[in-house]
């Protein structure tokens, strides 16, 4: 085996992304699909330098803007929908006010 083979890689990708939205559109709807799959990998392109590092930041802001979203639902006897992407939305606002260079991995200069 030579290499990887792109288009299988991105047929599985593209399946399991349709999958995961024909889910979740009805268990919590388009609009929180639509909100956790475009807020958290916006916020993590700027603390991110690799596409492996945005995946993690990726996850990791969608996971906090969930335990956010959920708390302030509890807390203020809100709905959980609008709760969890108003967070994602806040924590977009944050990475923005955020310095870039601060979280980036440092990469080698070669030249």
Do not use: H, N
Request: a positive charge.
């Amino acid at each position: 085996m030579r290499g990887v083979p792109v288009l299988r890689v991105q047929v599985i990708t593209t399946l399991l992304m349709a999958f995961a939205i024909a889910f979740g559109m009805k268990i919590v709807g388009a609009v929180m699909i639509t909100a956790l799959l475009i807020i958290p990998p916006a916020a993590a392109r700027r603390l991110s330098r690799t596409p492996e590092m945005m995946i993690f930041w990726t996850a990791l802001l969608a996971l906090f803007a969930v335990a956010i979203g959920l708390g302030a639902s509890l807390w203020w006897d809100t709905p959980s929908g609008p709760s969890i992407v108003v967070a994602a939305a806040a924590l977009f606002l944050l990475t923005r006010l955020i310095p870039p260079q601060r979280f980036r991995l440092a990469v080698p200069d070669i030249s």
